[in-house]
């Protein structure tokens, strides 16, 4: 399994930005597909976005649409999520999530369709 590490999580003020990053170990990092999910307290773990394995398919939950931008770097082993126009429903800690399998990216909105995690980062959106 790939081991991942987060970053770039912290408080923002509504309205601004943060940068998510997800550095992943392993030298078959293009094989995967990749995904971002966020915990609020008391909450399930909820999907955000997702990106195939190439980079060419992406795929968002609708209340992030237009303000999250899910991207990778093959070569850098890196996934990232560009977030903007924070909101304060937007506070969670923010989970990077890995899974070779090459399905449909709108078939891995659930949890358990990812085998591998991170420790997850912190977002907190203040007003």
């Known amino acids: 399994q790939v081991q991942l590490v987060e970053s770039g999580g912290g408080l923002v003020q509504a309205g601004g930005s943060l940068r998510l990053s997800c550095a992943a170990s392993?030298?078959?990092?293009?094989?995967?597909?990749m995904g971002w999910f966020r915990q609020a307290p008391g909450k399930e773990r909820d999907f955000v976005a997702a990106?195939?394995?190439?980079?060419?398919?992406?795929y968002y939950l609708d209340s992030v649409k237009g303000r999250f931008t899910i991207s990778r770097d093959n070569a850098k082993n890196t996934v990232y999520l560009q977030m903007d126009s924070l909101k304060l429903e937007d506070t969670a800690i923010y989970y990077c999530?890995?899974?070779?399998?090459?399905?449909?990216?709108?078939?891995?909105?659930?949890?358990?369709?990812?085998?591998?995690w991170g420790q997850g980062t912190q977002v907190t959106v203040s007003s």
């Open positions: 999530a890995a899974d070779r399998g090459r399905y449909p990216i709108a078939t891995m909105l659930n949890p358990d369709r990812f085998a591998s």
């Open positions: 392993g030298r078959i990092f293009s094989s995967y597909t």
């Open positions: 990106i195939s394995w190439n980079g060419g398919s992406t």
